[in-house]
């Protein structure tokens, strides 16, 4: 039978994998107060927010604030990644706690960048704020193995996300470029793990090909909840570096060739079959990228 559950086998080698997370993470470690223009702050009572402060392009603004509306559901993701790892390895449901305490300040970093420089108006972003936690977040998946293959997918697009804007926001505010790129590091550990348990997966049991397809295939930002989400996102695409584009050349494609699927050799038919389907996604997105590529 295919099993969906993490190897008990791997515990030793994920151990190891969250240790070097820790050491990795403890070298960069670093508090949202660091990155903040705090002189730039006034009160808002004393003096009131007017668009006629907003001095960030919109599609910058834009790219901000959807970022930080995917962050504010981080009490979804946790309860939705610790009630799928109930029962499974703990050392999956350790790195949960430490994934959490890290994505914390996320959205605090990028809330409190919005409203110290006044790029957004602070009811209008207070109201979207809660309007998105409220609308919580629920995957279409649930099984410990597909989660971590949606988490990799997901960690890997926010990073690119991150460094993609922070290549346009630099040009209109180096803080903002830097605090991007700190939260980039961030993502980039978080994805090396959940890759990294997904590749030991393949490797030991390749017919753990049966469970990748299903989230490769329908993937989507968590942040999809939100309201505007694909407006923003087109907005994003044309203007600040990060679209379908992007997502092909930098997750997709980055992903597959890591974990090796072309030459998984699954025992299961049903398992071959899952990682044919996934291959052949992958040269058809190849070819809708190179025929708008050409379309330009
Ligand atoms: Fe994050
Ligand atoms: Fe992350």
């Given amino acids: 039978m295919l099993t969906n559950d993490l190897d008990f086998r791997l515990e030793p080698r994920l151990t190891e994998l969250y240790d070097e997370h820790k050491k990795r993470s403890a070298k960069i470690d670093w508090g949202y107060h660091e990155f903040l223009p705090w002189d730039k702050a006034m009160d808002f009572r004393r003096v009131p927010w007017d668009p006629s402060q907003v001095t960030l392009p919109p599609n910058i603004v834009v790219a901000i604030e959807t970022a930080l509306l995917t962050e504010v559901n981080l009490p979804w993701f946790t309860s939705h990644l610790a009630q799928t790892f109930r029962g499974s390895l703990t050392i999956i449901q350790d790195f949960v706690h430490t994934w959490t305490a890290e994505e914390d300040q996320h959205s605090n970093l990028l809330e409190t960048y919005l409203l110290i420089t006044r790029s957004v108006e602070p ?63 961030d993502e980039t550990l978080h994805y090396a793990f959940y890759r990294d348990v997904i590749k030991f997966h393949l490797q030991l049991e390749p017919n753990y090909c049966y469970y990748l397809g299903h989230v490769i295939k329908n993937f989507q930002m968590p942040g999809a909840v939100m309201p505007d989400f694909d407006d923003r996102m087109a907005i994003i695409a044309k203007e600040a570096n990060y679209g379908p584009l992007e997502y092909f050349d930098q997750v997709l494609d980055v992903i ?29 997105m190849k070819r809708v990228k190179e025929r708008f590529m050409r379309s330009q």
């Fill in 123 to 185: 009811m209008r972003l207070h109201e979207l704020h809660k309007m998105t936690v409220e609308n919580g977040w629920e995957p279409d998946f649930h099984t410990p193995f597909e989660t971590m293959v949606y988490t990799s997918l997901q960690e890997l697009a926010t990073m690119v996300f991150y460094n993609n804007v922070a290549k346009e926001a630099n040009k209109h505010d180096p803080d903002l470029g830097r605090l991007l790129r700190r939260l980039a590091k």
């Fill in 256 to 284: 597959i060739k890591y974990w090796d699927i072309e030459n998984l050799r699954p025992i299961a038919p049903e398992a071959e079959k899952a990682r044919l389907d996934i291959l052949k996604y992958h040269a058809r």
